[in-house]
Every structure is written in C-alpha cells, then in structure tokens.
C-alpha cells in the first residue's frame, strides 16, 4: 500500500530495520510509481511510527 496520498490519515507503521540504509523505496501507488526516499524523510512524509517489525 502507497504510504501517501490517503484521503484521511490512516496509522502507518514504519519498520526500524530500514533505518539502515542510506536510501529505501518507498511505494506511489501503482507498481511503476516508486519514489527513493530516507528513513528520516519516509517516517516524516508519512508521520510514521517507527517499531520493529520483524522478530
């Protein structure tokens, strides 16, 4: 799921483990539309809440 453009916020869960890179794609909506973007900047855009997903 496109993590932006929802017609009202919906809760968007970050996952920490992507903190580690320097660049993570996020998704735009459609398969073809995919963005670069930081960790920082994907938790701020998105007003995500950064957790560990993964066990």
């Known amino acids: 799921m496109a993590p932006l453009g929802h017609p009202a916020p919906i809760r968007t869960i970050v ?20 963005f670069p973007t930081s960790y920082d900047e994907l938790l701020r855009i998105t007003a995500g809440e950064a957790a560990e997903v993964g066990a």
């Open 15 to 34: 996952d920490v483990a992507l903190g580690q890179y320097d660049e993570v794609w996020a998704a735009g909506g459609h398969p073809h539309y995919v």
